[in-house]
């Protein structure tokens, strides 16, 4: 009976242990403190007392269906390297008529949220719509992560949530960068692997900034000779690619109107100082707006992500 008792009581102290960590070790081969990133989310408390959290994960394939709900909050994801350490699952919105909100790789609900040197891919066939990073938090940021997938590649979520990308890689072939979301795209690589649309803003009417690309190198793939910048899915979506490289291939007209001349009236597509053979805008769309060198002062991180918190993800 001692001897049973000495037991549970080592094992409730190394509980209690594992519990007061503040970093985490995810390995698919069993040497950290779980094999799977769900877990790891799991373990994570509502207003967890640890404050935030470190959870870092060890290379290899990590073939999951992720979610991080909206009470888990304060995480730091760290791959161990980025083109190593990937999250894959292949659903998409034709299976079973799931649609195209639940065919996601990861759906991160949680405020506060950092990934750094991870890849997060929708591995399906181009059957449809196939997200692979769902967003719906605020004051989220990656740093160095790939997106892979097709179309509908990453949703931008929830009206005037606000997503920081640096030196990030996001391919695609339809709409894959989509959503309501306040997006600044800092140094960031946006492949375009057909003839398509790039964005699918669906900026509200109330809120002031929708996608910024910054400094952002946008690539097409062999084949690819008409590409637009963008198209309204919500009447008032707001885009502006600055200071980017746009190759031979971008569409010169720029940006579609999906099929409404409505949405001309009230879609908010800009640019400035952009350079490349893609960036000439002689026959841009006359309801896009070039953008003059005073006009295009208001854009920077402060004005566009502080928001009434002041929110600078810059600052750690």
């Not at 910024?212 to 062999?222: D, V």
């Amino acid at each position: 009976m001692k001897h049973i008792i000495f037991v549970y009581l080592l094992f409730f102290t190394l509980g209690i242990s594992a519990q007061g960590k503040t970093e985490i070790i995810v390995d698919r081969n069993g040497t950290g403190d779980f094999r799977n990133i769900q877990e790891a989310i799991n373990s994570v408390r509502t207003a967890d007392p640890r404050g935030r959290i470190t959870i870092r994960i060890k290379s290899g394939v990590y073939k999951e269906k992720l979610i991080l709900p909206p009470h888990v909050t304060n995480i730091h994801f760290i791959g161990e390297d980025r083109d190593k350490t990937i999250i894959n699952h292949d659903d998409h919105a034709n299976i079973n008529k799931m649609g195209t909100f639940k065919t996601y790789t990861f759906l991160l609900s949680g405020n506060d949220i950092t990934l750094e040197n991870l890849t997060i891919e929708n591995s399906s066939e181009p059957l449809g719509q196939a997200v692979a990073l769902h967003i719906e938090g605020d004051r989220v940021i990656l740093r160095n992560c790939r997106l892979l997938g097709h179309q509908d590649t990453l949703y931008a979520g929830r009206d005037g949530a606000r997503q920081y990308f640096e030196n990030c890689y996001i391919e695609g072939t339809t709409d894959f960068i989509f959503g309501p979301a306040t997006t600044w795209f800092e140094g960031c690589t946006i492949h375009c692997k057909k003839n398509s649309y790039i964005t699918a803003a669906n900026t509200p009417q109330h809120i002031k900034y929708g996608y910024i690309f910054n400094n952002c190198n946008i690539t097409l793939a062999e084949g690819v000779d008409a590409m637009y910048l963008g198209r309204p899915w919500r009447a008032y979506a707001m885009t502006l690619f600055m200071n980017c490289a746009l190759p031979k291939g971008i569409n010169p007209v720029g940006w579609d109107n999906w099929s409404s001349e409505e949405n001309e009236k009230t879609a908010r597509y800009m640019e400035y100082n952009n350079r490349g053979e893609g960036a000439v805008t002689n026959q841009r769309v006359k309801w896009a707006k070039i953008l003059t060198a005073e006009e295009a002062k208001e854009y920077t991180i402060t004005n566009v992500l502080s928001g009434c918190d002041n929110w600078n993800p810059l600052v750690k």
